[in-house]
């Protein structure tokens, strides 16, 4: 069956410009989460939504990113007026259920912000 | 809050020997654990969780990571490391309460599997 799938794969943007970064997770997935990687280095956690109890923001680095994920399915991350700090790999990933199950991870958006 | 510690950046050994890498965690309750491995230019992969039960628990590719309570430690190990095995390696915990907790990640181990 098909995986998480991210887009776009790679984003070039000029610092000051708003993105947005789209995750479709596996279907039947409830949980569905947000890390960034810089180069080489750990995940940050950024978001998760379970269900439809409300997101754990506490992850978000800034007010300038949000995200919202619509009819339990897929996901978008904005980032407003974008800084080279934000210049990093986006994942998302999901799961069937909380708690126990692994995380099934997409490929990753590359932001480069210029 | 919980968290997990990666104590080591990188790890060096020759393939064909023993290889661990080390993970330790704090959290409310008991901890759901896991290892994923992250390949060159590929996406994350689960290994290995322990959820409850045998401490020893056996994963994919051969590794096998050790749960210990006391030391509140949950060590990845191989009894015989492949120069395929290189990689970034990421240990992750949630806490107790797991219809809430959400899942944290260590900074990563780099392991570098020398011919």
């Known amino acids: 069956g098909a995986g998480v799938s991210q887009s776009p794969s790679n984003k070039v943007t000029e610092k000051g410009k708003d993105v947005e970064l789209r995750c479709d997770p596996i279907?039947?997935?409830?949980?569905l989460y947000w890390y960034r990687q810089s180069l080489g280095q750990g995940l940050e956690f950024l978001i998760y939504?379970?269900?439809?109890?409300?997101?754990?923001k506490s992850g978000l680095p800034s007010d300038r990113f949000s995200a919202e994920r619509t009819g339990g399915s897929v996901s978008t991350l904005t980032i407003q007026r974008t800084q080279q700090e934000d210049s990093a790999v986006y994942l998302c990933?999901?799961?069937?259920?909380?708690?126990?199950?692994?995380?099934?991870f997409g490929n990753g958006t590359r932001l480069t912000v210029t | 809050a919980q968290s997990v510690a990666q104590p080591e950046d990188q790890v060096n050994v020759a393939e064909g020997n023993p290889l661990t890498v080390k993970c330790t965690y704090s959290?409310?309750?008991?901890?759901?654990l896991f290892w994923y491995v992250q390949y060159p230019n590929r996406g994350l992969q689960f290994l290995l969780k322990?959820?409850?039960?045998?401490?020893l628990v056996k994963g994919s590719y051969g590794f096998e990571a050790e749960f210990n309570k006391s030391q509140t430690s949950f060590h990845l190990k191989k009894p015989s490391a492949l120069v395929s095995d290189s990689a970034l390696y990421f240990c992750?915990?949630?806490?107790?309460?797991?219809?809430?907790?959400?899942?944290?990640f260590g900074t990563g181990t780099r392991l570098q599997v020398f011919p």
């Open positions: 990933a999901s799961s069937f259920r909380q708690g126990m199950e692994p995380l099934h």
């Open positions: 279907s039947g997935h409830t949980a």
């Open positions: 939504f379970q269900g439809n109890s409300a997101p754990d």
């Open positions: 959290v409310s309750g008991n901890p759901y």
């Open positions: 322990y959820i409850t039960g045998d401490n």
């Open positions: 992750a915990v949630r806490g107790g309460s797991y219809n809430t907790d959400k899942l944290i």
